[in-house]
C-alpha cells in the first residue's frame, strides 16, 4: 500500500497571504488528522477529519481550518499568515472506526513565512 | 534539514550498545501509548504500540515497558545501529486525540 501523502513539500509564502496543503491517506483510512511542528512547540494536534467532518480539534485560532472529501483526501488552509506560521505541517491517517487507533504519518510540508 | 526541536534531550550511544528511552505520560486515563521514529526532513514512522493492560510488548529489536503506577514508559532498543540515530517520540491517546511528548534524540556513534 502507499503511505500518506502530502503536497507540497516546500513552500515559502508572505505574511498576510494564504496557503492551502493538500494530504492523501492511505487507502482505505477514513480518519485524517493534522499537526504542527515547530522547534519551539514540538508537534501539536491541530484538528481531525472523518467522514467529512471534523471530529476533534485543538487549540489553534481560526485561521487554521480544514475539509476532506468523500475519497478521504484532506486539506488544510491557513488564512492571513503570520512569521510564526513557520512549521512542518503533518497529516496522519487511520482506520478511523473507533477514534485513538495508531496514525501513520506523511513527510510533511515545510511552510516558511518570509 | 532538522524537523524537530534544538533543544531536545540526547541520549549517545555506541553502535551495538542497547538503548533505552525514556518517557512520562500525564494522564493516568490514557489507554494507549505509541511510539514513533522522526528521522531529518521525514515524518514520524511507527515503531511500537501497547495498551494499558500490558506491561511489556517486544517488535523486532525494540520493547516498550509500561508502568502505570508512575505513568512511565520507555522504549529499548538492541544492539543500537547507525540507521536508529533519530527523534523518538512518546504519544498517549486521550479522548481520541494523539498526544505527544517532547522528544529524545538518539545519537549512535560508531
Known amino acids: 500500500k502507499a503511505g500518506v501523502t502530502q503536497t507540497p513539500r516546500y513552500l515559502i509564502k508572505t505574511r498576510g497571504q494564504q496557503v492551502t496543503l493538500s494530504c492523501s491517506p492511505i487507502?482505505?483510512?477514513?480518519?485524517v488528522s493534522w499537526y504542527q511542528q515547530t522547534p519551539g512547540q514540538g508537534l501539536q494536534f491541530l484538528f481531525e477529519?472523518?467522514?467529512?467532518?471534523?471530529?476533534n480539534k485543538g487549540n489553534f485560532p481560526g485561521r487554521f481550518s480544514g475539509r476532506q472529501f468523500s475519497n478521504s483526501r484532506s486539506e488544510m488552509n491557513v488564512s492571513t499568515l503570520e512569521l510564526g506560521d513557520s512549521a512542518l505541517y503533518l497529516c496522519?491517517?487511520?482506520?478511523?472506526?473507533?477514534?485513538?487507533?495508531?496514525?501513520?504519518f506523511g513527510p510533511g510540508t515545510r511552510l516558511l513565512v518570509l | 534539514g532538522e524537523s524537530v526541536g534544538l533543544h531536545l534531550p540526547t541520549l549517545s550511544v555506541q553502535e551495538g550498545d542497547n538503548s533505552i528511552i525514556n518517557c512520562a505520560y500525564s494522564?493516568?486515563?490514557?489507554?494507549?501509548f505509541i511510539w514513533y521514529k522522526q528521522e531529518s526532513g521525514k515524518g514520524p514512522q511507527f515503531i511500537i504500540d501497547i495498551r494499558s493492560n500490558m506491561d511489556k510488548r517486544q517488535g523486532q529489536r525494540v520493547t516498550v515497558l509500561l508502568n502505570k503506577t508512575v505513568k512511565h514508559l520507555s522504549l529499548q532498543i538492541a544492539a543500537t545501529q547507525p540507521g536508529d540515530s533519530a527523534v523518538y517520540f512518546c504519544?498517549?491517546?486521550?479522548?481520541?486525540?494523539?498526544?505527544f511528548g517532547t522528544g529524545t534524540r538518539l545519537q549512535v556513534f560508531p
Open positions: 487507502s482505505g483510512h477514513r480518519s
Open positions: 494522564n493516568s486515563a490514557s489507554d494507549y
Open positions: 496522519a491517517s487511520s482506520l478511523g472506526d473507533r477514534g485513538g487507533e495508531t496514525q501513520y
Open positions: 477529519y472523518f467522514s467529512e467532518t471534523q471530529r
Open positions: 504519544a498517549e491517546i486521550l479522548t481520541d486525540k494523539l498526544i
